[in-house]
């Protein structure tokens, strides 16, 4: 059964910092692995799909890399800013389309 | 486009009632899932349908837990009897198929069973 997991479960940073965030999964029969984000009160947005045969994707500020063999993604923000403020969800897909989610790590962004 | 669409937004209701919540998926997803989200244990999947087809009902708790979907644009989860430790963030979500096409989420019904 797949696990995931998310380190910090909560992180805040200055403005214009650069910033890492870490997911991990314990079955490396993963299909793609996604990255989302929650606002509170809303429902979660897609941000990064990165298929099992990638190595990263990127998406303006956004990238994000996966290693199978670790089991182990990373979510980098580059020049965070005030409104990248939010919880940021992990979630692997093993092949059965249903998605395992982390707990999520909940950044502040201070300006 | 309109994105995965959920009603009601807010539900307040008794103990021992019935609770059907709706979502209609994004036209031409063949896949459609719906998640609970709690404080104590995050985003759990309940059950997820494929072609309107029930593929896995593992996640639903119990017996008083329902799902049906009656054709591709409209599904139901349902409750009965609710009870105050169903409260949660309800999430319906669809997707096309193929492997690199991410979910897209509702904004999700937040149930309260007082």
């Known amino acids: 059964k797949q696990e995931v997991t998310q380190i910090p479960a909560a992180l805040s940073v200055p403005e214009g910092e650069n910033l890492v965030l870490n997911c991990s999964f314990t079955?490396?029969?993963?299909?793609?692995l996604q990255w989302f984000r929650q606002d509170p009160g809303k429902g979660l947005t897609s941000l990064l799909l990165i298929q099992s045969s990638q190595r990263e994707q990127t998406s303006g500020r956004l990238n994000a890399s996966l290693d199978k063999s670790s089991g182990r993604s990373t979510l980098y923000i580059a020049a965070s800013q005030p409104g990248d403020s939010a919880t940021y969800l992990c979630?692997?897909?093993?092949?059965?389309?249903?998605?395992?989610f982390g707990s999520g790590t909940r950044l502040q962004v201070q300006p | 486009d309109a994105g995965v669409i959920q009603s009601p937004r807010h539900e307040v209701t008794e103990m021992g009632q019935e609770v059907t919540l709706r979502c209609k998926p994004i036209s031409g997803h063949d896949y459609l899932f719906w998640y609970r989200q709690t404080m104590m244990r995050g985003l759990e999947l309940l059950i997820y349908f494929n072609n309107n087809v029930p593929i896995d009902d593992s996640g639903m708790p119990e017996d008083r837990f329902s799902a049906k979907m009656p054709n591709a644009s409209f599904s139901t989860l349902k409750i009965q009897p609710s009870e105050p430790r169903d409260s949660a963030v309800y999430f319906c979500a669809s997707k096309v198929g193929l492997n690199n096409q991410p979910q897209h989420f509702g904004d999700g019904t937040r149930l309260s069973i007082l």
């Open positions: 079955d490396s029969a993963i299909y793609n």
């Open positions: 979630a692997g897909d093993t092949g059965r389309r249903a998605l395992t």
